[in-house]
């Protein structure tokens, strides 16, 4: 059963950084691709950034350069590196999970609970 357990949320200072990580359970980093997605408050749903086998990544235009993406497979986690936060930032963060082939086309069938990310301006 592929299991996504997510922490690190919280509030900050805009230009300060958060952590966030994701646990996983289930899968292996060579059959499925992960990543965050994040949702503000009455908008759309965003791909963040996108990691397959600890090798390939992709970062959204709004984060490229201050967001990373990267994982620790001794420890099974995902993490999201956030630097410069912004107040544009706040959202709740979902980590993601999927087979590399549905990966490929940006869907992810397993989500995390979400953690939420605050950023004062």
């Known amino acids: 059963e592929v299991q996504l357990v997510e922490s690190g949320g919280g509030s900050v200072q805009a230009g300060g950084s958060l952590r966030l990580s994701c646990v996983v359970s289930?899968?292996?980093?060579?059959?499925?691709?992960m990543g965050w997605f994040r949702q503000a408050a009455g908008k759309e749903r965003e791909r963040v950034a996108e990691i397959e086998d600890d090798d390939y990544t992709q970062y959204a235009d709004s984060v490229k350069g201050r967001f990373t993406i990267s994982q620790d497979n001794a420890k099974n986690t995902l993490y999201l590196q956030m630097n410069s936060l912004k107040p544009e930032d706040t959202a709740m963060y979902y980590c993601v999970a999927g087979p590399n082939w549905a990966a490929a086309g940006h869907e992810y069938p397993f989500w995390g609970q979400g953690t939420s990310v605050t950023v004062s301006s």
């Open positions: 289930g899968f292996t980093y060579k059959t499925y691709s």
